[in-house]
C-alpha cells in the first residue's frame, strides 16, 4: 500500500488520516459524526433530525402526526373519542388484527406480500372449535395444534415460493383461497361453532391477568415496561463503552426513560379508568418487544433485512436465501393463527365472517401505515401498533358518528395511499442524498 493512502486506526470513534496530496502533512484525525452530534447536546440532535428529513429519512414521524390529527379531528366531533371507556376499546380491539401485522411486517421486510394471512385466522378459530367442541381435545392442547398448523401452512406457502420458484403473490392468493373454503367445509351447513369461554378463550377476551388488581396491575406492567428499557439501554451502554465504540450519555438515556415512563404511566391511568388492561393487549405488546428484540438484536433477524435490501447480496454473503424465505412465511402463519385466537376469544365462537371482510385488507394497511416499506428491507415490527392505531382509531371515530361502513373503507383506503406515497418519496429522497 502506498504512503498516500495510508489509513492508521487508533480507536473505533475516530481514524487518523494522512493527506493523499502530501505525504508529509500533519494527519487528519476524523472523528464518528455520532459522537460530535451527542458533544453537541440538544443542538446537535435537532441538526441530525433536519438532516434526516432532508434525505427522506421520516421514520415514524408521519405516524405520530396522523396520529395526532386523527384523535384532534375525531375529539372535536364527539367529546367522547378521548374517554377512557373509548380508548380501552381501541386498545383491545386492536390487537386481534395487530397480531396478523406483526407476521406481514416479517414478510414484507423481505419485499413480499401473504394474502392468505385472513384465511389462515379464520381456519385457526375453526380448528380450534372443531378439536375442543366436536372431538373433546384439551383446550390448551388445541392451541398448541392450532398454532403448529398456521405455521406448517406458511411453511408450505415459502417452500412452494422459495423452492419451486412460484411468485408470493399467487402462493398465497391461492392459500387466500383454498383454506378459506377448507374453513367453510370444516363448519358445515351451520357457519358457527360456539366455543366456550374457558381457557385460551377466556384468555384472549375482553379480561385481565390480574383480575380484582387489575389497577395494580396496570401500573405493574408499566413499571416492568420501564425497568426493562432502562436495564437494556445501561447494559448497552457499558458494553459500548467497554467496546470504545460510540455509546448513548446518561442523560440521553435518562430522557428516553423518561418519556417512556410518562406515556406509559397515562396510558396505565386511562385504561384504569375503565376496564383495565386487558390480556390480549398485554400478549400482544409482549410479542412486539419479542419480537423486535429478535428482528434488531439476533443474526437471524439481520439476514432478513439483508435478503430484502438485497437478494443476490445476500446470497453472496453466504445467506442461506431460501431458508429465509420459508421460515418467514411460518412466521406470519403463526401470528395468523394466534389472531385468529384472538377473534375467537373475542366472539367465543368460529363463524364464516372469522378472518374475512376487510381483515386481511386493515392487516396490510397496518403494517404499511405504521412505516414498514412495500419495497422491503426498512420498517419495524412496531409499525404493526402504531398501524393499528390509527386503523382502529378511525373505525372506532367514524363508529361514534354514526358513519357508514363505506365511509370507513374509503377514509382507510385514502389514509393507505398517502402511506404509500410518502414511502416512494422518502426513498426517492434516500436515493437523490445517496443514503438508499
Known amino acids: 500500500m502506498s504512503d498516500s493512502s495510508k489509513t492508521v486506526k487508533k480507536d473505533p470513534s475516530q481514524e487518523t488520516v494522512a493527506p493523499s496530496d502530501d505525504p508529509t502533512a500533519a494527519p487528519v484525525t476524523v ?10 447536546g440538544l443542538k446537535g440532535y435537532l441538526t441530525e433530525f433536519k438532516r434526516k428529513v432532508k434525505g427522506g429519512e421520516l421514520g415514524s414521524l408521519p405516524v405520530f402526526v396522523g396520529l395526532i390529527v386523527i384523535w384532534t379531528i375525531f375529539q372535536l366531533q364527539n367529546d367522547r373519542f378521548l374517554s377512557a371507556d373509548n380508548l380501552s376499546n381501541i386498545s383491545y380491539y386492536l390487537s386481534a388484527t395487530g397480531m396478523l401485522a406483526i407476521g406481514l411486517v416479517f414478510v414484507l421486510l423481505l419485499g413480499e406480500i401473504d394474502l392468505s394471512v385472513g384465511s389462515v385466522s379464520g381456519l385457526a378459530s375453526t380448528l380450534f372449535a372443531v378439536f375442543v367442541v366436536d372431538h373433546g381435545v384439551n383446550s390448551w392442547l388445541a392451541l398448541l395444534l392450532t398454532v403448529v398448523t398456521g405455521i406448517g401452512i406458511g411453511a408450505l406457502h415459502g417452500w412452494f415460493f422459495a423452492r419451486i420458484g412460484v411468485p408470493a403473490f399467487v402462493v398465497t392468493l391461492a392459500g387466500f383461497l383454498g383454506w378459506n373454503g377448507l374453513m367453510l367445509w370444516l363448519l358445515g351447513e ?5 366455543i366456550p369461554d ?9 379480561s385481565s391477568f390480574f383480575m380484582d388488581q387489575a389497577v ?5 406492567l408499566a413499571g416492568l415496561g420501564v425497568a ?46 375503565s376496564a383495565g388492561v386487558s390480556n390480549a393487549l398485554v400478549i ?3 410479542s412486539l418487544v419479542i419480537v423486535d428484540f429478535v428482528l434488531r438484536r439476533t443474526p437471524y433477524g439481520r439476514k432478513i433485512f439483508a435478503v430484502g435490501g438485497g437478494i443476490e447480496a445476500a446470497r453472496r454473503a453466504g445467506i442461506n436465501v431460501s431458508m429465509i424465505r420459508i421460515t418467514v412465511f411460518a412466521i406470519a402463519g403463526g401470528f395468523a393463527a394466534v389472531g385468529g385466537m384472538f377473534f375467537a376469544g373475542q366472539t367465543q365462537s368460529a363463524t364464516l365472517n372469522a378472518g374475512g371482510g376487510n381483515t386481511l385488507m386493515l392487516a396490510i394497511a397496518a403494517a404499511v401505515i405504521g412505516g414498514t416499506s412495500l419495497f422491503g428491507g426498512r420498517g419495524t415490527v412496531w409499525s404493526a401498533l402504531l398501524g393499528m392505531l390509527v386503523i382502529q382509531s378511525i373505525q372506532t371515530g367514524l ?36 443514503r438508499a
Not at 472523528?31 to 453537541?40: A, F
Not at 395511499?417 to 436515493?431: E, F, M, P, T, Y
Request: proline share 4%; glycine share 8%; aromatic share 6%.
Open 228 to 273: 426493562s428499557m432502562l436495564a437494556g439501554s445501561l447494559i448497552e451502554q457499558r458494553r459500548r463503552r467497554a467496546a470504545g465504540v460510540p455509546f448513548r450519555p446518561t442523560s440521553e438515556i435518562a430522557l428516553r426513560v423518561g418519556a417512556l415512563a410518562v406515556a406509559t404511566f397515562v396510558a396505565a391511568y386511562v385504561l384504569n379508568s
Open 190 to 194: 351451520s357457519g358457527t361453532i360456539n
Open 284 to 286: 400482544f405488546l409482549a
Open 216 to 220: 395494580i396491575g396496570a401500573y405493574l
Open 198 to 206: 374457558e381457557g385460551p378463550v377466556h384468555l384472549f377476551g375482553q
Open 399 to 434: 363508529d361514534l358518528l354514526n358513519m357508514n361502513t363505506s365511509i370507513q373503507y374509503m377514509i382507510t383506503g385514502a389514509v393507505l395511499l398517502g402511506a404509500v406515497v410518502i414511502d416512494s418519496v422518502s426513498r426517492r429522497s434516500q436515493k437523490a442524498a445517496g
Open 31 to 40: 472523528v464518528d459524526p455520532r459522537l460530535l452530534i451527542r458533544e453537541e
